[in-house]
C-alpha cells in the first residue's frame, strides 16, 4: 500500500518544530511536540495527548447523533468552502492556510475512547466520525488512528457512522466490514464537483471525484451501505441542471443506497476563505454572493425552494420520483438552519444493507432530500 512508507513505526526522520514549552503549547491543549515530515511537504502536524474525545451535540441541534469523534483539527484536503475553517480560531491557528496545513493529532484517540466507552453511564448511542475534519485525510497514512478508533467502538457495541471524501478509507474495508456484523454501521462519502477544473481550484487536496465515485462501488461491493452527499452545490458554479444530473447519475450508476443534496453554506473562517478564493476566481459572481449569504451563513428559503424545483426532472430522468426516499420539500427537512439531511445509508441502521451483488433499482437506492 501506498501508504506503508507514511507510518510513526520507525524513525521517518521528522524534521521537530517547537516543542511543548513553545508558544503554541499554551494555545494547543496536550501538545506533545510538533513536527514537518518530509514525506509530507508543507504540512505541519502537532500531536497532542487528548483528555477526552467523545465530544457532546448540543442538544437543541437537529442532528441525527449525540456524540462524535474527530481524531484530527485542520485538514489537508483543502477544501476552500468547508465550514470546519472557524475551529482553527480557537486554538489561535490560521483559518486560512494553516487550516490547510497545520493538522491537529490526537496520538491517542484510539486508548482515549476505549476509557470513554467503557464507562458504566454510557449508553451506547450512535458515534458520528467526520463530523468535523476528515478522518482519511493524508494524516492518517502517517498515523493510522482509524482501526484503532473502530475496533474501540465495534468492541463496545456502539454503533458508528463515517464521512469523509478520502479514499483511504478502503485500507479499513474488511475491518469496517466485520464490524457492521457486530453493531450498525453507516458509510458516507461527499461528492459534488464534477468539473475537474473547478475540483482542482475548490478541492485541491482531494481524491478525484472518479475516485470518490469508485470508493462507492468498494464500499458497496465490501456489502456495507454507502450514501452520498452532493455537496456543497455551490450557486451559479454547480447548481445548473445539467451539472447535477451528472452528479446524480453516477452517483446512482456507482450503487449508492442514498444521496442528499446540500446547498453551499458559509459559517464565519469558511466564509472569508471562500469570498477570497471567489474574488480571485470568478470575481463577477462576488456580489452576487455577498447579495445571496448577505443575512447569514445559509441560502434564504426562495433559493432552497428553486434549488428544489431544478432537481424534480432530475429525479425523473434518472427513474427517482416517487419512489423509495422522495425529494423532500424544504419544509420537511430535517436541518440544522443549512438545508441538510442525511442520505440512506450514512446512518447506522439494524437493517442489513442490500447486497452490491443484486443492485436494486435506481429508484429503490436513492432517496434525495434538501
Known sequence: MRWSGQTTAADDGALPGLGPAGALAASIPGLQRTVRPPAFAGMTFHEVRARSVLNAVPADSSMPFRWTVNPYRGCSHACVYCFARGTHAWLDLDTGEGFDREVVVKT???????????????????????????????????????????????????????????????????????????????????????????????????????????????????????????????????????????????????????????????????????????????????ARYRDLYGRG?????????????RLAPVLERHGLAGRGGALRRPDEVVDDGGGASFPTGSMPTSRAPRPASVPAAAGDQLALGL
Do not use: I
Request: proline share 8%; aromatic share 6%; charged share 20%.
Open 108 to 286: 491517542d484517540v484510539a486508548q482515549v475512547l476505549r476509557r470513554e466507552l467503557a464507562r458504566p453511564s454510557w449508553a451506547r448511542e450512535h458515534v458520528a466520525l467526520g463530523t468535523g475534519t476528515d478522518p482519511y485525510q493524508r494524516a492518517e497514512g502517517r498515523y493510522a488512528l482509524m482501526p484503532g478508533v473502530v475496533a474501540a467502538l465495534a468492541g463496545s457495541g456502539t454503533p458508528f457512522s463515517v464521512l469523509t471524501k478520502g479514499t483511504m478509507l478502503v485500507r479499513d474495508l474488511p475491518q469496517l466490514a466485520a464490524a457492521s456484523r457486530e453493531v450498525p454501521v453507516g458509510v458516507g462519502v461527499s461528492l459534488a464537483v464534477w468539473d475537474e477544473r473547478l475540483h482542482a481550484a475548490l478541492e485541491p487536496g482531494t481524491p478525484s471525484p472518479h475516485a470518490r465515485l469508485e470508493l462507492v462501488r468498494r464500499v458497496r461491493a465490501a456489502g456495507l451501505p454507502c450514501g452520498v452527499f452532493v455537496a456543497p452545490v455551490l450557486p451559479w458554479l454547480t447548481d445548473g441542471e445539467e451539472h447535477l444530473d451528472e452528479a446524480v447519475g453516477r452517483v446512482a450508476a456507482a450503487g449508492a443506497t442514498g444521496v442528499t443534496v446540500v446547498p453551499l453554506h458559509l459559517r464565519p473562517g469558511a466564509r472569508e476563505w471562500f469570498l477570497a478564493w471567489l474574488a480571485r476566481e470568478h470575481p463577477a459572481l462576488v
Open 297 to 309: 451563513a445559509y441560502v434564504p428559503a426562495a433559493y432552497r425552494a428553486w434549488l428544489h424545483e
